[in-house]
């Protein structure tokens, strides 16, 4: 039982850690092309946006 627990949390540590990876890239990106990085306010909307989404189906 330990032995598929540790492999679950090695392959949960892989993709937070890939999904980490793809957001620093992005954030690179944007700096890179010039964009302007969203204030407070806009990634609150956007966060209440995407909350509410994923709660509620497609």
Request: hydrophobic share 35%.
């Given at each position: 039982m330990e032995i598929i627990l540790f492999i679950a949390v090695i392959?949960?540590?892989?993709?937070?850690?890939?999904?980490y990876i793809s957001c620093l890239a992005l954030l690179y990106y944007i700096g890179e092309?010039?964009?302007?990085?969203?204030?407070d306010e806009d990634v609150k909307e956007c966060t209440?946006?995407?909350?509410?989404?994923l709660i509620k189906g497609r």
């Open positions: 392959i949960c540590a892989a993709g937070w850690y890939m999904r092309k010039g964009y302007e990085f969203p204030n209440a946006y995407v909350t509410k989404r």
